[in-house]
């Protein structure tokens, strides 16, 4: 059997049996025909939480590795299939010159640095490193808990692990895949978190003449899936070019036609106003895949994909088309991933926590 130097396994069940992450790795290091891995990747789901390390134990025995990293999800995949609604376990294990190993502690390595992390554990410090991050947020479907990270088998009380790939070369890319229904507009009037004047018009009337007419005649409007758009750089190519973090809508006041967004805006910055969509979270996957494979000079060996848990089956209609995308793009691809409760890569200069996205990376083998 030919040797590969990463590949995944995926193993479920009706338990929340160790033996699952066993049979994942087990699986995956028979597809890269090695007896041993040099380090795992292990994302379990939710089920797990409360007691993770017999299913660590059993990773790293099955491994013949102790170099175990991962977390919890809402719920893990690998370009096999999901699981969502049952126990279970994805592994993806990396063998010869592919390695997993800590970053430098100064962070002036220029390789990506996979980051994981739990809700608690996530701070502003440590998401403002000089490396490019990606990763997740630990999650649940129900937003509760309990919420684990590990490393070296190992439960990090600090809620956030991180690691290097050793031995490969990686590219990023970032979708927030919204549906703008607006050009950037310069915000003129703001008091803290309340958004008066945009341009020439109140903040209200700007986003309710934009919405889609079967919106706007809805008794209610889902303000869940509607949100703005803060741009960077050239506001003219800014959305076309991913360049935004989403600021969430808070509360819409009538009478002050002003709407109160989740973090302030300062007056002349420029915001959008988007919904959540489907076919153009689609539609921008599929560029940010075909950007990120350009920008990697090469065929990739393996793949990191990390949706929004609101994102996934849930999104799309019992269907993944974000992980169906993946695979449409690279066939046969090792690809890993979980659904989490945020989503951390590059933006502009420093790294950024997403909401309602999908952040992969790409990555092939240095030659040996």
Known sequence: MSQRLVATGLSRGTRTHPEHAADAVTQALARAGVGHANGVL?????????HPEPALRAAARAADCMQVVGCTGAGVFTEEEWVLDAPGAAAMVFSGRVRLTLPASDHADPRPVLSLCTPSGLTADWLD???????????????EGPFKVWSGTRVAESGCVESVIDGVEGSIGASQGMRALTSPIEVVEVE??????????????????ALPVAVRKMKRLPWHLIMGGVTFGDPSTAIREGRYRLNHIVS?????????????????????????????AERDLRAVIDHTGEALRGEPDFALLFPCMGRGPNFYGNRDRDLELMKERFPGLPLIGIYGNGEIGPLENGNHLYQYSVVMGLFRALPA
């Open 42 to 50: 292990l994302f379990l789901t939710p089920d797990y939480a409360r």
């Open 129 to 143: 490193a000089a490396a490019a991050r990606i990763g997740a947020v630990s999650a649940d479907l129900e937003g």
């Open 192 to 209: 803290g978190y309340d958004v008066l004047r945009l341009g020439n018009s109140s903040a209200l009337n700007a986003l309710t003449s």
């Open 252 to 280: 819409a006041n009538s009478k002050e036609q002003s709407i109160t967004l989740s973090h302030p805006l300062n007056r002349g910055e420029r915001l959008f106003w988007a919904m959540r969509d489907a076919l153009a």
